[in-house]
């Protein structure tokens, strides 16, 4: 019944020309393969994981960037960049910054911190790559922070539309992030400083084009290049500890690929890990200590586009996905949690998993510092940390 309504509203709708978003080619040739029974299944529970900061965090804390002096970084939803201390979880997030926008991914740049600065790099959005500057001040002092918006555009003028996450090599010094995709992320419907990343992010895997790029900022030359393109939502990045790689979320095709970096240019692009995510992939991030990888699933495999993979011919299939894309409640996420850990040859160690969403829920980062790992949320108004040993 659903179906057959569906599909009269999309003949009336495609018989009138008439569409919410321009016109899309559905790719044939690879869909995502998921995992459907995941190995070395652990769960997120109340042994293992505990909430902190709920309520305090201003929404959605995507990352969770940790300093080397306990500090944590919480890029949120209200476009602030807090700060909480890793040791006292009763000491309250403080913000350091109002970047504005939806800051999504970021990562600290050690080799240009100091004593009195942290240097931070952050996938804004709305906007670009921006770098901070945060003076430390003591605990409980309010720290000084200057933002500047640092790569917008390409060389040729070609916009940077998407930015999403962040990864800067020890080498190098060269900041490494994603541009997830060609669709705009617009406002929240209402609101003058919310912007909708999730969305968006949907009209990109419904529609089904491959317009995410890998990109390389260099700090002293101030140039963007393009490392990598064609990615279907180019999503968490990291790269190696010696830098001769960087890994690579591709969201809607739910595998993670690998950009060597030793090769010459242009640098091959093999997939580092597929067909072991229950769902779709999101924050990506390396342990240099443990050699573990550990990638964000914020959402389980959706039975709807499984389904439309296989829908012939090609025409029929993106008038279907048209219509998807205008019912947002069709599409609405349900709660769940999970993420996989991996060793540094794609092999699953672990698949951590809160099947209700009750603890953690649309997890979008994973981060790891002794022997503990702080989830990020889109969506949640808290951080999760998961005790790896318990
Ligand atoms: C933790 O933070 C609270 C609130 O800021 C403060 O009162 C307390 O002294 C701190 N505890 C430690 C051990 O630093
Ligand atoms: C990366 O490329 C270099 C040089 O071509 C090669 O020696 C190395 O094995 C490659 N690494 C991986 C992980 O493929």
Redesign the pocket.
């Known amino acids: 019944m659903f179906w057959a309504c569906l599909i009269c509203v999309l003949a009336i709708l495609y018989a009138s020309n008439t569409s919410l978003y321009h016109a899309v080619t559905v790719p044939h040739d690879s869909w995502p393969k998921f995992s459907s029974s995941p190995s070395s299944v652990e769960a997120i529970s109340s042994r293992n994981a505990k909430i902190i900061h709920q309520g305090m965090t201003g929404g959605g804390p995507e990352t969770v960037i940790l300093s080397d002096d306990g500090t944590a970084y919480l890029l949120c939803e209200n476009g602030d960049v807090k700060s909480i201390?890793v040791?006292?979880t009763?000491?309250?997030p403080t913000t350091v910054a109002r970047v504005g926008g939806r800051p999504l991914g970021g990562a600290i740049a050690r080799g240009e911190c100091s004593d009195a600065e942290d240097i931070l790099y952050l996938a804004e959005a709305s906007k670009g790559l921006l770098r901070l500057t945060v003076s430390k001040l003591p605990?409980?002092t309010r720290r000084k922070a200057k933002v500047e918006l640092v790569a917008f555009e390409l060389g040729d003028g070609t916009p940077i539309v998407y930015a999403d996450d962040v990864a800067v090599g020890s080498k190098s010094g060269k900041v490494y992030f994603t541009d997830a995709s060609d669709v705009v992320v617009e406002r929240v419907r209402g609101s003058r400083t919310l912007f909708d990343t999730l969305s968006a992010s949907i009209v990109d895997g419904v529609r089904g084009e491959r317009t995410g790029k890998l990109l390389a900022y260099d700090p002293r030359t101030g140039e963007t290049e393009v490392l990598a393109d064609g990615i279907w939502f180019a999503n968490g990045v990291a790269v190696s500890e010696d830098e001769d790689y960087v890994l690579v979320c591709e969201t809607f095709a739910a595998r993670v690929l690998k950009v060597n970096l030793s090769a010459p240019r242009p640098h091959p692009v093999t997939v580092f890990a597929e067909g072991v995510f229950p769902g779709y992939v999101d924050g990506l991030s390396i342990s240099h200590a443990t050699g573990r990888v550990h990638v964000a699933v914020p959402s389980p495999a959706p039975g709807a586009i499984k389904v439309l993979s296989g829908v012939r011919p090609a025409w029929f299939n993106r008038v279907i996905r048209q219509g998807i894309l205008m019912l947002p409640a069709f599409i609405k996420p349900v709660k769940y949690g999970c993420f996989v850990t991996l060793d540094l040859e794609g092999k699953v160690v672990r698949t951590w998993v809160d099947e209700g969403g009750d603890i953690a829920n649309f997890v979008t980062a994973v981060e790891e510092k002794d022997g503990k790992l702080y989830l990020g949320s889109l969506k949640e108004d808290k951080v999760v940390v998961v005790d790896m040993e318990l």
């Open positions: 201390q040791a006292n009763s000491s309250p605990v409980g």
